[in-house]
């Protein structure tokens, strides 16, 4: 037993897998595993763990009696749940591969659209009589809820109050108990959000308790304050990552320029929709021997989010800036965002840089990248760029536009002659 001492949780794992592919194993329970292995009574909690991890995890099921064993011996599947609005729904299979099954609205349980489920397989693919045909199967555990709360709106019958979801994959009503938020009772129509409780029963609908009011259905803004908490969108940042963005300078230091190629000399522009608050891409291009040179110019956001640090790890966490017609909920702070990684006009910027060169055809001939460091020209939107290129040439912002026009018109032209829609 003193080998068992230095066993890793990953080793545990490897043992119970080996103990339920064995050909003569019979389904067991987590005691009688932790006894087949040769774990006693005070490691059974590593067992339970160990089972706990490798359920979640789809590698084993949990049938009757709480007995453990592979998936494929029980026909079981592991997978998330997509629902149709109509009921029905359809269980992608985790394996790689393998066919999704089908899942009558009557055998749903009491599982939910994005709900990671088990499911038993009660009908072959052979025995189905869809035009595609697939495996059909009936949810018997839950292993992970999608969804905490929900976002809808309040609605109410002679006897009961109840939330209907935005989203229609969510099929049932949520039964609620209106209370008062914030000094304010909600009424009839408003959009709230609600965290749901446990629900057991598919015989009655789940339930759950109102935690925030957005406000009446037709309000202005209530609509996109639905989506920003339908879809979880982190409105604001942790102390420690706006502490860290706080330390980086808001300008440009000498020493962030050494070793990058200096492109503050060149007549570089942003162009972008009239409503951007922040800039991450310029350009310049012109007019060399026997074609054209093109500079792209991208935001070195890697100068200052380093690897590991709380603004990378926030940055992964949101995945990207999402825009809404009244916001932006950017994937990093302001200050980064609309700050130093920002190709603002008439400032030094650090960036990521592309050169290309075109010969008179528009064929590329060369290309190269950098990291360099640059100072826009000019913040331009599309509408005053579109202005300048309707007039003759008055000055070397002009110029620049026209020259980039026409090799912009060249490379459509040849996108189309190669099949571009």
């Known amino acids: ?251 440009v230091t000498a020493n962030a320029i050494d070793g990058r190629e200096d492109l503050r000399g060149q007549f570089i522009v942003t162009i972008d929709p009239d409503d951007a608050r922040d800039f991450d891409d310029a350009i310049h291009v012109e007019k060399i021997k026997g074609g054209w040179q093109l500079g792209v110019h991208i935001a070195d956001v890697s100068a200052y989010v380093r690897p590991g640090s709380g603004l990378d790890r926030e940055a992964q966490r949101r995945g990207n800036s999402v825009y809404l017609p009244d916001r932006v909920i950017p994937m990093l702070p302001e200050r980064l965002s609309n700050g130093v990684c920002s190709l603002n006009p008439h400032v030094d910027r650090l960036t990521h840089s592309v050169f290309l060169q075109f010969d008179r055809n528009g064929r590329m001939r060369q290309s190269r990248f950098a990291r360099t460091v640059i100072r826009s020209a000019h913040r331009l939107t599309y509408e005053k760029a579109f202005a300048i290129l309707k007039n003759p040439a008055r000055d070397e912002l002009g110029e620049r536009l026209q020259t980039a026009w026409k090799l912009a018109a060249l490379l459509r032209k040849k996108r189309f002659e190669h099949g571009s829609l």
Do not use: C
């Not at 590593?46 to 949990?62: H, P, W, Y």
């Not at 292993?143 to 209907?164: K, M, S």
């Open 1 to 251: 037993m003193a080998g068992k001492k230095k066993t890793t949780d990953h080793d545990l794992r490897a043992e119970i897998l080996r103990l339920v592919q064995e050909p003569k194993y019979r389904p067991l329970d987590k005691i009688e595993i932790a006894s087949a292995l040769g774990y006693g009574v005070a490691r059974r909690n590593e067992v339970r763990r160990a089972l706990r991890d490798l359920e979640q995890e789809g590698e084993i099921a949990r049938i009757r009696k709480n007995r453990y064993v592979l998936p494929d011996a029980a026909d079981l599947v592991t997978g998330t749940l997509s629902v149709h609005e109509a009921g029905y729904a359809f269980l992608t299979n985790e394996k790689p591969g393998q066919s999704d099954l089908f899942i009558a609205a009557e055998n749903t349980g009491t599982a939910m659209h994005g709900d990671r489920v088990v499911a038993r397989i009660i009908r072959g693919a052979q025995f189905s009589r869809a035009r595609t045909p697939r495996a059909e199967g009936r949810v018997i555990r839950i292993l992970t809820r999608a969804n905490e709360t929900i976002v809808g709106t309040l609605q109410q019958t002679r006897n009961f109050f109840y939330v209907v979801p935005d989203d229609p994959r969510l099929v049932h009503n949520i039964y609620v108990q209106p209370s008062s938020i914030n000094g304010r009772q909600p009424r009839l129509s408003d959009k709230v959000v609600v965290r749901l409780e446990a629900w057991e029963s598919r015989h009655v609908n789940p339930e759950g308790k109102i935690i925030e009011l957005l406000g009446p259905r037709a309000a202005p803004g209530v609509d996109i304050l639905s989506i920003v908490r339908k879809y979880h969108l982190p409105v604001e940042f942790p102390d420690a990552v706006l502490e860290e963005a706080s330390a980086i300078p808001e300008t």
